[in-house]
DNA sequence: CCGGTTCTGTGCGCTCGGTCACAAGCGTGC
DNA sequence: GCACGCTTGTGACCGAGCGCACAGAACCGG
């Protein structure tokens, strides 16, 4: 226990608020492994168990459809865990997780996690948050699926937006989102956003330039997007 | 502690497995409420944090989209619990719920519920377990909306037909549920549900008697589903 | 700088499915 | 039974949005 070097779990989310012998105890249940950018490091359907904890590298969680369409992503990175739900529930894996670069975990198998829930409750309270925003999440994305397409796209914008802020009513993504990337995420097409981005843009509400997108008036976006809603 | 008559908490799912003397002890941070039938017990955007288990009667969760259109809900009974969501992240109720019959719930504050999740890892574990099972169901929602309209209403009957089995092929839906319902929760309309169920009857897959709707086939119901997905 | 590849913008036809309209069932209460 | 309301069945219309086609722009690697 050195006061001046931080046990490298302490960098995992999960186990903020863990002590330095508490998170050597937990050590000792886990296994690190490393994963070359490519590689597969969960697959959708599999039945392993494990929960992973990300040390560095960074990465994708996809979703296909039967058809083979991808239909949702998210990135992870350092910090972040996954496999939760299939330690919980002991059913199969609920999507696919690839490595973007080289990455470095550490795993946990079920039954060694759901034992350090009960030993640290703090550990169950930081997944049920997690798990938490998760079903608002969910509940967002459903409720969504009422709205018109261009509506789908005005939102899936401005959550992109809110986490790129630059200022109180503007946005820069970069590197610009690629339209079949939005798209895919609120089940529709490329031309969709593509033509919204359009009629946007003549708007002066976004502006496309050089391998970024800035979104100038983040306020008058989810106003359009309200307006579309409500007169169809 | 009188050994054959349970706890009245002993029912709320949440707390299986905490013997009586835990179930008295958590008693002390409940309080009882009766409502009438009709009654709303917590309203969509409230910012209450309360957490209810329900001792006796139905009630009903439902949410609307912002136009007023009823999306989705369930029902809950007696045993189940709900409001932890909000106990959780303190963020606003995600949906209404009414009672449909006169009902008796037990409530307690989000602050002691969290206590109570600290003080039993098993409370935690069985929330844990029933959000995962939310977020599975949410994700199956929220694939489903990739599908075609006949597809979505397949999977609903399916879903439906799960839990009303009937031998290992058969089910038999008592009442009827009514085709409004049905559109409503995948998000179409009344008219979409009785055609498909007029083809479905014509195929022998359905049949509709009075009051009450029997699936002749599942198999063939799965299979229809598959065969209009990948066909197009 | 060039040729290829991937991404973007836009026009157009066609289909799915949402909407309207109306008739027929069915249940309930009087 | 009859009248009323709620639910269901079905045809016809029509608009949103999907899919296709193709041209231009941006982004490589060499």
Redesign the pocket.
Known sequence: MEPGRPHPLATVDLFRGLDTAQLQELERYTRTRAFKAGQTVVEYQDDSHDVFFILSGKLKVTIFSEAGREIAFRELTAGQSFGELSAIDGQPRSANVIALTDATVVLMTASDFMAALKRHPDIAIAVLKKLTLLVRALSERVHEFA??????ICHELLRLARDAMLGTNAARLR???????I?SRV?????????L???L?RQGIVQ?G??ELVIRDVQALAAYARQLHSH?
């Not at 709205?147 to 789908?152: I, L, N, S």
């Not at 590197?175 to 990337?181: F, I, R, S, T």
């Not at 089940?187 to 033509?195: D, I, K, Q, Y």
């Open positions: 709205e018109k397409v261009e509506v789908r590197p610009a989102p690629k339209h079949a990337e798209a089940n529709t097409h490329r031309e969709a956003v593509s033509r981005f359009s009629k843009a496309r050089q391998g169809g």
